[in-house]
């Protein structure tokens, strides 16, 4: 789903290589923007050849996919605001989320828990999702 929002947010563009992943079939709704996705480096599978596409995402990926999309598609990187980006589950953000979540977190695009907790394996709900796609695209760019 959160590949289908990001491909529609940039126009839905032609895409020139096939789908690298093997469980994503030509004939499904989310083959296009997957397809896409992964040709300009913003979505990875869980391998080279597998996409996963039924899992839940996690809250960190989510994070990251919009860090790539913003930083690395749109070149329109996140300002850093200052935003205190410590929690206590810090040490759970896998190695290769890090930049990016820390990233949206500094920049005042998401926040932790009330408990001081950031959760990163826990599933984004689209309630979430769709609250941090809100604010990202609402930011006026002097502000990115």
């Not at 563009?13 to 300009?40: K, L, M, R």
């Not at 994070?63 to 329109?76: D, G, S």
């Not at 896998?94 to 820390?102: E, F, R």
């Not at 959760?119 to 796609?133: D, K, L, M, V, Y």
Request: a negative charge; proline letters at 3%.
């Amino acid at each position: 789903m959160l590949a289908t929002v990001i491909y529609r947010m940039a126009g839905s563009p032609e895409y020139e290589a096939a789908c690298p992943f093997e469980d994503v079939d030509a004939g499904e709704w989310y083959y296009s923007a997957v397809t896409w996705c992964a040709e300009n480096k913003i979505v990875y599978g869980r391998s080279e050849t597998v996409f996963d596409p039924t899992t839940d995402i996690s809250r960190q990926e989510m994070m990251v996919i919009l860090y790539r999309y913003f930083n690395l598609y749109l070149k329109e990187p996140l300002k850093d605001l200052g935003k205190d980006a410590h929690f206590t589950d810090e040490a759970d953000i896998a190695d290769w989320a890090k930049d990016g979540v820390m990233e949206m977190v500094r920049a005042d695009v998401i926040s932790g828990f009330e408990d001081g907790t950031l959760r990163p394996f826990e599933g984004a709900t689209r309630a979430q999702t769709a609250s941090i796609i809100s604010g990202l695209t609402s930011l006026d760019k002097t502000k990115r």
